[in-house]
């Protein structure tokens, strides 16, 4: 099945740096989500993106499908942007099936 | 309020007991999903369901079953057979190929 990793799986910032999360997968892919899942286990949705680029506020995201990666951007990071960010996956057509990434877990730091 | 909603927030059992896991969506999406994380780890894909009356098993579904007998609904049963059921379990629906997945707040499972 088609695999998903993330870079770097952790990562420690003092408030205010930017940081780029990276999730690359082994197969092409119709569906890509990137999520954050908050230190109470809940997951939000940041972008749906499986391919180009969009912006929310502070937040970035980059899908090259056809090298299969995407990019996560965070400019300006805060305390409250700590977390685990996952990239999620789907396979192809056909399927409704999510699969998810390593995450990446961020502590910024005030 | 639209949403998904998961039900016990927490749940303690015995070993060796079944447990059921309620999830009830009323954004009249077709797709639903279960996903179990265990601490420090990523979430991996038991079932899902595309429509009614039809699942697939994920990449861990042995020791678990789901029923999808109505859209909103698409309860989880940890059976006897898994062997380390502890962890927390997370459901999610989305309308469908090709569409956001959106996920409950999720079940704390605790087996003693």
């Known amino acids: 099945g088609i695999q998903v990793e993330q870079s770097p799986p952790d990562l420690i910032l003092q408030e205010g740096a930017n940081s780029t999360l990276r999730c690359n997968f082994s197969?092409?892919?119709?569906?890509l989500q990137w999520f954050h899942q908050n230190p109470w286990g809940q997951l939000i949705n940041l972008f749906y993106?499986?391919?180009g680029t969009k912006q929310n506020g502070r937040l970035s995201a980059t899908t090259v499908a056809t090298e299969r990666y995407s990019l996560l951007y965070i400019s300006s990071s805060q305390t409250t942007d700590s977390g685990v960010y996952f990239c999620a996956v789907g396979p192809g057509t056909g399927t409704y099936k999510y699969i998810f990434g390593t995450g990446t877990r961020l502590k910024v730091l005030a | 309020d639209g949403g998904i909603t998961q039900s016990p927030k927490y749940l303690f059992r015995k070993e060796g007991q079944n447990v059921t896991l309620s999830c009830e969506q009323n954004l009249n999406h077709d797709a639903m999903y279960w996903y179990r994380q265990d601490p420090g780890q990523g979430l991996r894909l038991i079932y899902y369901?595309?429509?009614?009356?039809?699942?697939q098993k994920g990449d861990i579904a042995e020791g678990y079953s789901v029923s999808r007998e109505k859209k909103e609904s698409f309860p989880l049963t940890v059976t006897s057979a898994q062997k380390n059921p502890t962890a927390f379990y997370l459901c999610?629906?989305?309308?469908?190929?090709?569409?956001?997945?959106?996920f409950g707040e999720g079940s704390w499972l605790t087996v003693v």
């Open positions: 999610a629906s989305g309308v469908g190929f090709g569409n956001t997945i959106y």
């Open positions: 197969d092409s892919v119709n569906n």
């Open positions: 369901s595309q429509i009614v009356n039809d699942f």
């Open positions: 993106i499986p391919s």
